[in-house]
């Protein structure tokens, strides 16, 4: 058997149970530990594993995530604070020292890389450490890996997709029903599609974001947040969206990125037939590449158990590579 | 810098010469050098490297497959001969020879591994050799190394798509034209879309293969080409197709397979909104996840420099592994 790889989980939501329930049910406790959970009420540790679920047993200890990674002996930090666009912050710095301190990082947290990708990612490097975050960009969508490993010796030279469902659902809904945009947001709020102050999503700064991430690691670019041209869904009228759907194409929130720099977000005309019109919460993606073409992947963008299956395979990546 | 993986290519038609191309466009020429390439007229060796393009040169030598791995010292069989579905042959035999006698392999030849996917992929691991084949089903479609790479821990249970674009172009024309089948056959054969003789492709029978090698990899079941059940497109009429369309659904030839080792390829019910509703000679492959729920991949299906760049792919998987 491979040498465990300890986990130390930075934040303790959605996705982080949720990995840590994918662990267990895949049988997968010994070879990938959980030996900390680190909140903002406090740490919880086992050198043997902690059991998924709310923390049990002594009270938590007053560790921050450096603290933490120590105090377990973790050789990999899972991030996943939430995001903050604008600083990176928490998850800059978590991630910043578990790297200068020798730790591997996965995460699934937009924030730091758009702060800071190259800096980062060349950390990593210089230090042959692992920083992965499939998860960070379209969520069960594996496009980076995608890259990495399947189509090697095959250049990407443009992408573009639908990477923010909450947009593509209210869309979609405009389009098949021709309701306003304001009447289909708040239903989307009432039903947990959309967020309570929806500005990020509709905004297209959450897609502006991912198409950071998935455009320095794909197309190899150095862009960040301000590189990227962003308008959102909020002025779209329903009878512009019902005009051009009875022209053939749909309206779409489409995020595209180039390997000369450029990149943008903003409502499109996408053709009927084209792998580009997906409807609902899903997300797609389509690389152009030199040798065979475009190649679209499709599929759902968000949820805390699809978010956590790639943060699993990018950790059994870790494993293949280290162990 | 790594030692070189040395190849031999057995055939060298399209899918061959696109290849000897990539590899020396993408300057890898002195990683991956072609040492020798064994045709029906012959085999041409160059310890130092083959130059792409018809071989110059010095007379052919009499060599086959295994004779020429060993004289010219290659560490890589590349099998690049015509798909024979019934026997295998002439691939099968240079297959299993090369694993044999210590060789990797890569290939793009459907008939070994639909004739014997378990023994040739048993007797690779038996040994540790390389056996990677993309580019055997759905060409530059990377649905293999997905599986291998990108869904770490995340269970397939399903498959299902179009893998033929010859009878994915007849269908969306009939659809899009209402024109009848035998009237958009003759216009493809015309094309070079579909072949002189077209009851491969037409009848089911590539797709069938394509799921078998498809199925056989990534629901890790041992599916052999008579266990799917298959209807072509022969009998489609233009009014049947024009009446799906009415009530908004496309025909498409749909090959599926399930862990449950049941598979089949027929003209299907796809609705207009669906991933799998793709047009013209595009290839999908929707994959249905335990954790992520389902992923589709679209992309060209064929294609020489297509089929060359997943074959490229593979190598240089092989040259990080092995090298």
Redesign the interface.
Known sequence: MTAPLRLLLAGYGTVGQALHE?IRD?G?SQELPVVGVVRSDGAWTDPKGLAPGEPQGEAPRDLDVLEALDAVDADVLVELTPSDLDTGEPGLTHIRTALEHGHHVVTANKGPLVVDYAGLTGLARDRDLAMRF?AAAG????IM??R???????PVHRLEGILNGTCNYILTRMTEEGLPYGTVLSEAQALGFAEADPSLDVGGWDAAAKAVILANHVLDVDLALEDVEVSGIQALTPSAVQLARKRGYAVRLIAQASRDGTASVAPRLVP??S?L???GT?NVVRLV?E??????????GA?G??T???V??D???VQ?RYR
């Open positions: 994918l895949a997968l499939e969520a069960s969508l594996p890996n995608l990495e490993f399947c189509l090697r010796g095959n009927e037939g792998p019109n997906v409807a899903l590449t040798h065979a073409g475009p190649l679209a992947l499709t599929g759902r949820g158990r699809e956590a299956s790639a699993l395979s950790l059994l990546a293949e």
